[in-house]
Structures are given as C-alpha cells and as structure tokens.
C-alpha cells in the first residue's frame, strides 16, 4: 500500500506557501493515524510527528469535534465517522480524474481499460474507457470481485506483506470463477512473487474464460490503485505483452504524477 508523506515526515513541517499551519498539522495527524491502522495514542502521535502533547491535544479536540476523529473508551484516537463521506466522494473524483489517461490507454492499446481501487478486502473498479472494437470487455464501474481471480487484484495486493495478503484470502475465501483461478493461498502467493518480478500483473482467464487482462499499480496514489486493459485472449498476446506493458507502466507513472502534484486536477 503506498505510505502517505505523513509517515515520512519525522517532526512538524512549517506552513508552506503561506499555509495555514495548524491546518497542516491535523491533516498530518490525520495521515499519521491512517498509517497506525486507524487508531493511535496521543504519545505515539506525539513521538511520530515531533509535536508537544498539548498541541496534538488541542488539535485532536478540534477533529473530535468535527467528527473527523472519535475518542475511544481506552482514551486512544481513532479516525472519525466524517472521513467516510469525503473519502466516498474523493473516490469519485479518482475515477474522473483517471479517465484521459484511460483513454490514452485505449488509444496506445487497443483494449478496454480500467482503473480499480482496493476497498477493504474487495476491488472495486471506478472507472473504464472501452475498446472501439466490436469484441470487446466491458467491466460495470462500481463491480466488486474478490482480488484473487483479477489482474488488478494481483497487483494490488502484491505491494502488501504475505500474512497481510494470508489473512485476507482467509475472509474472502478464494471461489473459483472459471477452472484457471488460483484458489490456495500458497499459488497466490507464488503468483503475487512474479508480479513483483515483473512488474506487472496477468489474469488469464482467471476471471472470464477467453478473456486476459494486464494490470500494474499506480505508484504513490494516494489509495491502493491499479490500472490494466483487458480483451480477448486472441488478441492479448504473449507478443502484445510485450507491447503493452510498457505503455501501461509509462501510463501509470504519469497518472501517478498528477494525482501527487499539489494544486491541480489531472490532466492526460
């Protein structure tokens, strides 16, 4: 998963560009406590970030208040019921932001393309640009699949620790889709090694018989994302990988790039 510039940052940075400091601050507490798994106490806050603990417990009053954060029972921090809704609409936004890019995929492929978020222990794909030809995969925005039987999946959960990815198998189960999908947690785990080989992720025929799909992350996005084409196995190729993949790399990496400059919406 990628690691927010919050837990990079070892003591509290000053406003930048005539910012508003304090403002800075909670949204860095904030990164801080999504990267701790979503609850933290006020001493590793503290000790993570550089800040005083009466500052941290001003600023921590303030969220409480808002319901961007809660107080537990234990007197520890856990990220507030808010976010939920600002995350939901930013997803959307993801997806919009993403879709010249997909289209250029299109364009340098031409396969249908997709871009996929992982959503708790499901993928959750947010946006599309489809193939102009007559066969091509259509993929609805907003499907969820477990991550297992998808390309996208796989390279999703490549970048996470193996008894990350274990525990995960373990909730979703591993069902098969057609007779190629890898249902055992020690093939997935194979499978997830050459990803990281590679540096890109297959599905073939893994979810949809006939059908064989490319995917690689999004580095640094700012959830866990994924990009891929799909089409018929006829004509996603062992040779047309090896056209592909660089376009889908080059692709990511510059979608990546305008999802992390401050300031301005993505454009391809």
């Given amino acids: 998963m990628p690691t927010s510039s919050a837990s990079t940052t070892g003591s509290a940075r000053p406003a930048a560009g005539g910012g508003v400091q304090s403002l800075e601050r909670a949204f860095d507490l904030l990164e801080r406590m999504a990267d701790a798994g979503g609850e933290v106490g006020l001493s590793e806050l503290s000790a993570s970030s550089g800040l005083p603990l009466p500052t941290i417990h001003r600023l921590m009053r303030t969220l409480v208040v808002c319901g961007y954060a809660r107080q537990q029972p234990d007197r520890r921090y856990a990220l507030g019921p808010r976010l939920i809704r600002l995350g939901e609409s930013a997803s959307r936004l993801l997806g919009a932001w993403a879709r010249p890019y997909?289209?250029?995929?299109?364009?340098?492929?031409?396969?249908?393309?997709?871009?996929?978020?992982?959503?708790?222990?499901?993928?959750?794909?947010?946006?599309?640009?489809?193939?102009?030809?007559?066969?091509?995969?259509?993929?609805?925005?907003?499907?969820?699949?477990?991550?297992?039987?998808?390309?996208?999946?796989?390279?999703?959960?490549?970048?996470?620790?193996?008894?990350?990815?274990?525990?995960?198998?373990?909730?979703?189960?591993?069902?098969?889709a057609t007779d190629r999908t890898i249902t055992t947690p020690d093939g997935f785990l194979a499978a997830l090694e050459d990803v990281r080989r590679l540096g890109y992720a297959v599905d073939d025929s893994e979810q949809e018989v006939g059908v064989r799909c490319l995917a690689v992350p999004v580095p640094g996005s700012p959830t866990a994302a994924a990009i891929s084409i799909s089409g018929?196995?006829?004509?996603?190729?062992?040779?047309?990988?090896?056209?592909?993949?660089?376009?889908?790399?080059?692709?990511?990496?510059d979608l990546s790039e305008a999802l992390t400059a401050p300031g301005a919406a993505p454009t391809a």
């Fill in 102 to 176: 997909l289209a250029r995929l299109v364009e340098e492929t031409g396969e249908t393309a997709n871009m996929a978020l992982l959503d708790g222990d499901e993928v959750v794909y947010v946006a599309q640009a489809p193939s102009k030809h007559s066969m091509r995969m259509f993929t609805e925005v907003g499907r969820r699949v477990l991550p297992h039987s998808t390309g996208v999946g796989k390279a999703l959960l490549a970048g996470l620790p193996p008894e990350e990815v274990r525990a995960l198998l373990g909730r979703t189960g591993m069902p098969a």
């Fill in 232 to 253: 018929p196995s006829g004509r996603v190729t062992e040779s047309a990988t090896e056209r592909i993949v660089p376009v889908l790399r080059q692709v990511a990496e």
